[in-house]
């Protein structure tokens, strides 16, 4: 009689054991997902406008601090600088023009602003 108790309650705790592993197997998984949606936000919300260059760390910056993280500007003038970014394809026509990752400066040299600029 012991013994069929012990079994039954042996079968009980397994079960509940294994349901709590699924709880906090299924908790960790939903942290990781918000986790990662979270970076990926972020990662936007900061490369807006290219993925390659962070627009809130070169905002306030010289232009000599961002020519030392991102290489030199392919386009300068007094109060803006370009990066190449890619060839713009109109979808309406078989034009390409280059598109640029633009940053102005202020008048005591930091960047203030950034834009996509496509040329024509």
């Known amino acids: 009689?012991?013994?069929?108790?012990?079994?039954?309650?042996e079968k009980i705790n397994t079960e509940a054991n294994n349901i709590e592993k699924k709880k906090i197997f299924k908790?960790?998984?939903?942290?990781i997902?918000?986790?990662i949606l979270y970076m990926a936000i972020m990662f936007f919300r900061t490369h807006s406008t290219f993925y390659?260059?962070?627009d809130q760390w070169i905002i306030g910056r010289t232009q000599e601090?961002?020519?030392a993280m991102y290489g030199e500007f392919t386009y300068k003038e007094d109060d803006k600088a370009a990066y190449?970014?890619?060839?713009?394809?109109?979808?309406f026509s078989d034009i390409e023009s280059p598109c640029y990752y633009v940053?102005?400066?202020d008048e005591i040299g930091r960047a203030y602003d950034i834009?996509?600029?496509i040329m024509n």
Not at 27 to 31: A, G
Not at 84 to 91: G, I, L, Q, W
Request: zero cysteines.
């Open 33 to 35: 997902f918000i986790v």
């Open 115 to 117: 834009a996509e600029y």
């Open 65 to 67: 601090e961002i020519e």
């Open 103 to 105: 940053v102005f400066f």
């Open 1 to 9: 009689m012991d013994n069929i108790y012990n079994e039954e309650n």
């Open 52 to 54: 390659k260059y962070n």
């Open 27 to 31: 908790i960790k998984l939903i942290v």
């Open 84 to 91: 190449y970014m890619y060839m713009f394809k109109d979808m």
